[in-house]
Each structure stands twice: as structure tokens, then as C-alpha cells.
């Protein structure tokens, strides 16, 4: 079957562990097979496949202790991207673009940070509402990440995301994307929970993605995530997709 909106699609490892070897199986010859699955990333372009995606965010935030916002209405600053294998959501993640009159999600918590940036002449964006489901491979993290950064840099030519994120989950944005402390740690309003902004410099992406993306295992070296963001010959392609989805 046929999806129109289907931006790329890709095979991987079932589950998360099946990509990690642990140093004591590095010398090892594994016979067994690894399960693949295939991986669709597709924009949420109706009410229905943007509430699937909503469905995933309230689960994993949920298990959490999370309240997160149904949105029923969808702003018109914001894309939402999700994976789908064998017809079930597995990830989810929304972008949103920097507008005058609408503004980010981190206005709420962060707006005099903000504020600085937009005043120095930044266009900055958004990645919020992301989740994926529990062992699967963090290829569709990576994807979902990859694919917001074609539509805000290279489509929009947009320079900065800013993120909120939990306290306990900023070393792993440092360590896995190359974000930076900005605005400190205040309350976030919207989930009930501290939140830490952080900022990432979209033109230091691009030099990771141009240095790292699609080596995945010929990268051992390279602990971050940029090893698994699609190969540079992909990304044509993926922008004219995108182009045809939502300029």
C-alpha cells in the first residue's frame, strides 16, 4: 500500500537493545537473526492521524505523572511528524516555527530568554510534544529530529531550536544532539513540572549531520545521535516531500 504522505521509509532493528553490544560481544560473531521492522515517518496532516499522535504523547507522558494538553485545535505555526510501523504510532514529534503573532510553547515559562535571542535577530523554533514508545529504535528518534531540522533550516532557513525539557533529561540532549544551557531551570506551567530551556544552534547541527549522518556502526567512536540521522544523499529527496506536504 501506497501512502502519499509519506516523507521516507526505512528498516531497523525491532527493539533499542538489538543496536547496542555491549564491549564483552564486540568480539563475538552473532548468528542469530535481528528482527527488522519497517518504519514510516509521515507528516500528521488530518484530525485523525494528529490525535494518534496525541494518543502516543499522552501515554508516555503518562506513565510519568505528566498532564499534557489534548491541543484540539492545531496552531498553524506547527508541523507534526510521527513513525508508524505495521499501522501502530510509535513516535511523535511537533515543530513549531517562531511567529509574531502566535510566538513558541517556551513563551509561556521563557519568553524574556526568548526575547534576548529575538532581539540579537535569531529565527528560532520549537521541537516539543515528542515520545516515542518504550524499545523501539532510536533510528525513529533520530529520523523524527533529522526531518525537523530539513524543515526548519533548510525549507524555512530558521537558526535556532530552543527545548523544554525535565531537569533529569538534559544531560542526555547535551550528550546525544549538542544542546546548550540557556535559560535556566524554571516551573513549566503546561505539564506541571520543572523544565530547563536549552538551545541548539541549527548551523552546529548541520556540521554534525554533514560529519556523522548515516554511519551509524562506522562510527563506533561517536556516542551522540548524528550516526543515525539519514545519509545526506536522503535529504533532497525528504525536502521535496516535505515541500509537497506544507511549505
Known amino acids: ?30 548468528t542469530h537473526p535481528i528482527d527488522m521492522q519497517l518504519f514510516h515517518i509521515r507528516m500528521a496532516s488530518t484530525a485523525g492521524r494528529r490525535e494518534a499522535a496525541n494518543l502516543l504523547l499522552r501515554k508516555m507522558y503518562g506513565w ?13 505555526n506547527r508541523i507534526t511528524l510521527y513513525a508508524e510501523t505495521a499501522g501502530v504510532t510509535v513516535g511523535t514529534m511537533s515543530l513549531c516555527l517562531d511567529d509574531p503573532e502566535i510566538g513558541l510553547p517556551a513563551d509561556e515559562n521563557f519568553r ?7 532581539t540579537a535577530g535569531r529565527l528560532l523554533c520549537e521541537p516539543s510534544r515528542l ?29 535556532d531550536y530552543v527545548i523544554e525539557v525535565n531537569p533529569r533529561h538534559v544531560m542526555f540532549y547535551k550528550r546525544m544532539l549538542g544542546f546548550r544551557d540557556f535559560g535556566g531551570e524554571r516551573q513549566c506551567t503546561r505539564v506541571g513540572a520543572p523544565a530547563v530551556l536549552l538551545r541548539l544552534e541549527l548551523e552546529y547541527m548541520g556540521e554534525q549531520i554533514r560529519t556523522f549522518a548515516g554511519q551509524m556502526e ?13 545519509p ?8 521535496t516531500r516535505l515541500k509537497q506536504g506544507r511549505d
Do not use: C
Not at 112 to 118: C, H, T, V
Not at 136 to 152: D, G, N, Q
Not at 232 to 239: A, C, M, N, R, S
Open 131 to 159: 515520545a516515542i514508545d518504550k524499545d523501539v529504535t532510536k533510528r525513529v528518534f533520530a529520523s523524527l529530529i533529522h526531518i525537523s531540522y530539513i524543515y526548519a533550516h533548510n525549507i524555512h532557513h530558521y537558526s
Open 218 to 230: 562506522q562510527a563506533p567512536g561517536e556516542r551522540s545521535f548524528y550516526p543515525y540521522f539519514f
Open 64 to 76: 510519568r505523572g505528566y498532564d499534557v494538553d489534548a491541543e484540539t485545535e492545531h496552531a498553524p
Open 232 to 239: 545526506l544523499e536522503d535529504e533532497p529527496g525528504i525536502t
Open 112 to 118: 524574556d530568554k526568548l526575547d534576548e535571542l529575538r
Open 1 to 30: 500500500m501506497q501512502y502519499d504522505d509519506t516523507i521516507i521509509s526505512f528498516e531497523a532493528a525491532a527493539k533499542l537493545r538489538d543496536l547496542v553490544i555491549r564491549e564483552q560481544e564486540a568480539g563475538k560473531a552473532h
